[in-house]
């Protein structure tokens, strides 16, 4: 059974920096592309950022290009997201997400960040 397990959110103020975690299980991690969605209060889900299934490249979207890096451990079977230089905008749930195949895929509950002086 996937399971996907968000970790590390939490209040930051602007211009700092957190990691989040995603712990992976239930499929063969090392195969799959791994992305990061985020979804802001009242607004809809966005995607954040992709890694490859080696982590040799990775791809983001420009509001958070620059500031955000997606990594991964495949001998951990975890993705992560270190942010840096956070804003305001940036307070949202992330999630971690696995499309195993065209009209599968899996999410985990998320992680709330939140940027507040």
């Known amino acids: 059974q996937v399971q996907l397990v968000e970790s590390g959110g939490g209040l930051v103020q602007p211009g700092g920096s957190l990691r989040l975690s995603c712990a992976a299980s239930g499929f063969t991690f090392s195969s799959y592309s791994m992305h990061w969605y985020r979804q802001a209060p009242g607004k809809e889900r966005d995607w954040v950022a992709t890694i490859t299934s080696s982590g040799g490249s990775a791809n983001y979207a420009d509001s958070v290009k620059g500031r955000f890096t997606a990594s991964r451990d495949n001998d951990k079977n975890t993705v992560y997201l270190q942010m840096v230089s956070l804003k305001p905008e940036d307070k949202a749930v992330y999630y971690c997400?696995?499309?195993?195949?065209?009209?599968?895929?899996?999410w985990g509950k998320g992680t709330l960040v939140t940027v507040s002086s």
């Open positions: 997400n696995i499309v195993k195949r065209r009209g599968l895929e899996y």
